[in-house]
């Protein structure tokens, strides 16, 4: 699974095209992936899932990013 992850001053949002995350650590937003992946059965016991979070460099103001490669991406492991 691959989301896009953005700040948008408040709270942390991930998304795709079918749905979308929201809050206000990484750690709650975290907990909600997790959720979501196990309550739709996307793993199955005994595997694992990678959730991609790629961060949208265009939050960042355009005189930023030349110091900043990438902001931040993050992996998510979700296992049951």
């Not at 998304?15 to 992936?33: C, H, P």
Request: net charge negative; no cysteine.
């Amino acid at each position: 699974m691959e989301l896009t992850l953005i700040h948008d001053g408040q709270d942390w949002i991930a998304f795709d095209q079918e749905q979308e995350f929201k809050g206000k650590s990484l750690e709650e937003l975290d907990a909600r992936v997790k959720e979501y992946v196990l309550s739709k059965g996307l793993v199955s016991k005994g595997r694992k899932m990678q959730v991609w979070m790629y961060f949208n460099n265009a939050v960042i103001p355009e005189w930023m990013r030349q110091y900043m490669q990438h902001y931040f991406n993050r992996i998510l492991v979700v296992e049951p």
